[in-house]
């Protein structure tokens, strides 16, 4: 390769390596499980004089966090703000306060395994600085926001209506991503159940006896199926009906969400009971079901088979042909060949 050619591609190399770091955008997360992405913990650490295990709950410490940045931006206010921005930061430091004190906090609906901040959650509740957004700028403006930036962290937004706002707000940036909350999901409690409702158990019932029903030898004296393929039709039914049965309680598992009011604010918590004896019936029934299933379909192929051959056959056969003297009647003997 000329020398040329390896100078451009140099050259080429590192303007991309410049243009990269001069557009790459860090997200200041840290630790996946911190309350902030700029303080981290140091909220509760301060407060309590521990870092936060996992038997605390998200909203007390969204609460901690929320009391300690309001303190701590209160007690730090810039020169260079004018009078304007001065006002304005500290009637949102009056708004973070009663917004803090509702304990109205949203949770992180779509990423489970990790904390990200949620600027409007699915039950509509609205993040902090999306509340100080929402309470100057309007809930459209916020809406606006949560639909393009939902998780993203406050350095990331970069709309041109949120940064103008953030500009008349007395805050910077900064100050904005130090009050930024990144909050969990909503808590799952897995649970385990071994109880029948009444209505499974007599579906279940009703399955299993038309079952025994096909497979028992009294079928033909209290069936009001007296003909051998309409009862193997019936088989068939019961057996598709069974298997259809099993299959969507095989797996069933049911959901409830209880909320608590806890002091100053409120815990939401998604309950997922799964059913192993409800799941061990109905996987039975599919068995059960495809069995009848199975030698009802097994039955009605014989009985179509042994129905084709009996109507083939040697047969003697007469017909009269015309005569001059009259019609006379002529014998042959053939095979008959049946298709169906």
């Not at 079952?211 to 019961?238: E, K």
């Not at 042994?306 to 009259?326: A, C, D, M, Q, Y």
């Amino acid at each position: 390769m000329r020398t040329s050619n390896i100078l451009l591609l140099t050259g080429c190399t590192v303007l991309l390596l410049i243009y990269s770091l001069a557009n790459f955008k860090v997200l200041p997360e840290t630790n996946k499980n911190t309350i902030n992405a700029i303080l981290g913990d140091k909220s509760y650490i301060s407060t309590f004089g521990e870092a936060p295990n996992s038997s605390v709950t998200d909203a007390e410490r969204t609460y901690t966090h929320l009391s300690y940045v309001e303190q701590l931006l209160r007690n730090s206010l810039p020169d260079n703000l004018t009078p304007s921005q001065k006002e304005q930061r500290l009637t949102f430091l009056d708004h973070l306060r009663d917004y803090r004190l509702a304990g109205n906090f949203p949770v992180n609906d779509d990423h489970p395994d990790t904390r990200r901040p949620t600027f409007i959650s699915g039950n509509g509740n609205i993040c902090a600085v999306g509340y100080l957004v929402e309470q100057s700028a309007g809930r459209a403006v916020a809406e606006f926001v949560n639909d393009h930036y939902k998780y993203s962290y406050i350095n990331a937004i970069d709309a041109p209506i949120f940064l103008d706002w953030a500009e008349k707000s007395g805050f910077t940036i900064e100050e904005l991503a130090m009050i930024q909350p990144a909050y969990q999901s909503v808590e799952n409690v897995n649970q385990t159940s071994y109880r029948l409702e009444a209505p499974y158990i007599v579906t279940s019932s009703v399955a299993l006896t038309a079952n025994a029903f096909y497979w028992s030898p009294d079928f033909d004296v209290y069936s009001p199926f007296t003909n051998n393929t309409t009862r193997q039709w019936a088989g068939l039914a019961i057996g598709t009906g069974t298997i259809l049965h099993g299959i969507l309680n095989v797996n069933l598992k049911s959901q409830r969400q209880e909320t608590y009011q806890n002091g100053l604010w409120t815990t939401t918590t998604n309950y997922v009971e799964r059913n192993y004896l409800r799941s061990a019936l109905s996987s039975g029934q599919i068995i059960v079901g495809a069995a009848t299933l199975f030698v009802s379909a097994r039955n009605l192929l014989n009985a179509s088979s042994e129905s084709r051959l009996s109507e083939s056959g040697l047969i003697v056969t007469s017909f009269s042909l015309p005569h001059e003297n009259g019609a006379q009647a002529v014998g042959g003997v053939g095979y008959r060949f049946a298709f169906n």
